[in-house]
Structures are given as C-alpha cells and as structure tokens.
C-alpha cells in the first residue's frame, strides 16, 4: 500500500505503522520517538513525542483524523497522507510534550554518562523552550543500585517503560518494574540490587536518557573524547558483536550496537558487556560509522593545519579605531 509523508510517497507492507515508514523515507521527515523500540512488543505509545497530523486518512475514507496522533502505534491505510514536519500543529504540539518530559528532568547534562547520546538532549534542543513554566518543586529521587553494575537514577526517568519491557523479554525473570501511580510512579525494586541475570545490562543500552547507567564507566570519560570500534568474539550466551569504546588503547566501555536510530541491533550479554574489556579479548573489524552530525564524531577528524595569512597593519589599525569609537557610543 502507499502513504505520502511529508509530500513523499512510499510503498509499505500492510499493518506497518506510521512511524516505520518514514523510518523507510529516512531523513528529518522520521518523527523522533523515546519510548517505542523496534525490537521490544508492546513498547511505543507512552512519550507522545511522535505525533504527526493524518490529513488524509485512506482513498476510501479521505477524511482527515480529527486529532494528532502517535505515528509508531497509528497503522498506515492505503493512500493515507501525513504531515510531520511539514505541520505546524505537529511542531507546537511537540514543543508542548517536550515541556511536559523536562518538567521533573534535572539539569544534569554536563554530569550525566548519557550526555552526547541523550535523545532527549536533541528534543530539548530543537524544540525545547528557553525557560519553563513550570513553578513547582520537581520531584526527586535518590539514586540506588539495582543491580550489581547498574545505577538507577530516577530524578532522569521519563517513563518509557524500555527497560521494564527488555527485561520482560529477554531474560527469564523480570525484578523491576513500575512502582505506584500517577505522579508517584516510578521505576524499581522492592529488594535492593535485585536485578541480576544474564542480559541484564541491555537495559542500560535501550535508556533514552541516563536514568539507567553502568556503573563501570560511570564518570569515567565522555563519549566525544571516545573511538568507537566495531568488534565481536565468540561468545556462547549472546552474539558477541558489540561497539567497544576507546581512550587510548583502554577498553572503558563496551555497548551492542546500535543503528542510526539508536536502537540495539542485537542485545548482549554481560559477560560481554562488564568482563571483556581487553583488546586482545576481541577480534577488531574497524572503526565505527558515526554521523557527522554527532558530537561523538567532533575528535575524530583528522587535523588540517590553516594557512598562514600575512596580515596588513594598516588595516588593522584602521579597525581597530574604528572598534574604539564604537565602543565609546
């Protein structure tokens, strides 16, 4: 079937959503999402930060949805037309949800571990306000283990329930989850350090925000002073391919890899993850592909040395008098 988003037309699969088809358009059209995650069943739904405008509903129902809607849990009809960007509804509409997730969200950035990774950095930035309105004390939490190599800390939780869903799904027993209700509700568990097993530090990776830290590279570097390189080993519980991350010739991080959507392609163990943090542990396929765009990649180029440009004092003098009269007005 065909739907047009912003103006441009793509074939999908039936029963695909919104969201996934300009995720198939690509570019700046893709509404952002916090919650959902391609790879969890069930997650999406909870953020709001993807809704677009259906200004057209199918070829047999042409009418116009009446109210916006989440584009990763709205199915596309046949002939349906979206506008995300292109929309100014959507835009305010997405400037008002953004307001809505900082409310409680700490100004933490220049602390936090997820700084530089931090999808709600990127919403803040293009669609957030200079100042809040908001005149109420935030709520606050005090940050707790809960797990042996992960810190949970709450104060920076958005709710998108992520981390309850991966564990749901890829491990056996799930020991956390969604205590209490309504503006109490937050995310833990009842016996302290309880989360232990396999795979429990995927959920470190499906964090959008650093609520859910691993506390072996707990301030130890930022990911821009950092050389992501793509490796695998034979691993007996998981895939064994992973992003391992460099200081130096030191191993200070390992994470799964994740595509331009910043989603897992395959979740990791963590044996991987928290044990294997020697190069020699590792075959090394080579650097990792990062968007230019990213400020992980602002170190990595390499250093062109400027020209030297023979200056005129006469001009300069000029200037400079006429910076000093400026000045004095």
Same mark, same amino acid.
């Given at each position: &079937? ?22 198939? !358009? ?33 070829? =047999? ?8 809607? /989440? ?6 009809? %046949? ?20 307001? +809505? ?11 936090? %571990?997820?700084?530089? *990774? ?11 306000? /200079?100042?809040?309105?908001? *005149? ?17 800390? +709450? ?11 991966? /564990? ?24 302290? =350090?309880?989360?232990? $097993? ?76 928290? %044990? =294997? ?6 075959? !090394?396929?080579?650097?990792? =592909? ?8 602002? $170190? ?11 200056? $005129?004092?006469?001009? &300069? ?8 009269? %400026?000045?004095?007005?």
């Amino acid at each position: &079937m065909k739907v047009t988003i912003d103006g441009i037309p793509v074939e999908v699969e039936p029963g695909t959503t919104i969201l996934n088809a300009a995720r198939q !358009i690509g570019g700046d059209i893709v509404p952002p999402a916090m919650c959902y995650y391609s790879k969890l069943e069930g997650s999406g739904g909870k953020c709001r930060t993807c809704l677009v405008k259906v200004s057209k509903g199918s070829e =047999k129902d042409p009418r116009p949805m009446p109210k916006l809607v /989440a584009s990763c849990r709205t199915t596309v009809m %046949d002939g349906m037309e979206v506008q995300n960007i292109t929309s100014p509804e959507v835009i305010e509409a997405r400037k008002g949800v953004v307001e +809505m997730l900082l409310i409680n969200h700490p100004l933490d950035c220049p602390v936090c %571990d997820q700084a530089g *990774e931090c999808h709600l950095q990127d919403l803040g930035f293009e669609h957030g306000a /200079a100042k809040t309105r908001y *005149e109420f004390d935030r709520r606050t939490f005090e940050k707790i283990d809960i797990g042996d190599k992960i810190q949970l800390h +709450m104060t920076r939780c958005i709710l998108c329930y992520r981390c309850v869903f991966t /564990a749901d799904q890829i491990t056996n027993t799930r020991l956390h989850g969604i205590l209490n209700r309504g503006d109490h509700s937050e995310i833990s568990t009842y016996i302290t =350090k309880a989360v232990d $097993n396999d795979f429990s530090g995927n959920i470190i990776d499906v964090c959008p925000v650093g609520a859910l830290t691993d506390k072996t590279f707990r301030f130890k570097n930022r990911v821009w002073f950092t050389k992501p390189v793509e490796a695998h080993r034979d691993c007996d519980k998981c895939c064994g391919k992973v992003t391992l991350w460099y200081k130096g010739d030191d191993v200070i991080r390992v994470t799964g890899r994740k595509d331009v959507y910043g989603e897992v392609e395959e979740f990791i163990c963590n044996t991987c993850r928290f %044990d =294997k943090k020697k190069t020699s542990d590792w075959v !090394i396929e080579g650097p990792r =592909k990062v968007s230019h765009k990213s400020v992980i990649s602002s $170190n990595h180029y390499e250093f062109i040395p400027l020209p030297v440009v023979k200056t $005129n004092p006469v001009l &300069m003098e000029a200037n400079k008098e006429q910076f000093e009269r %400026d000045t004095r007005l």
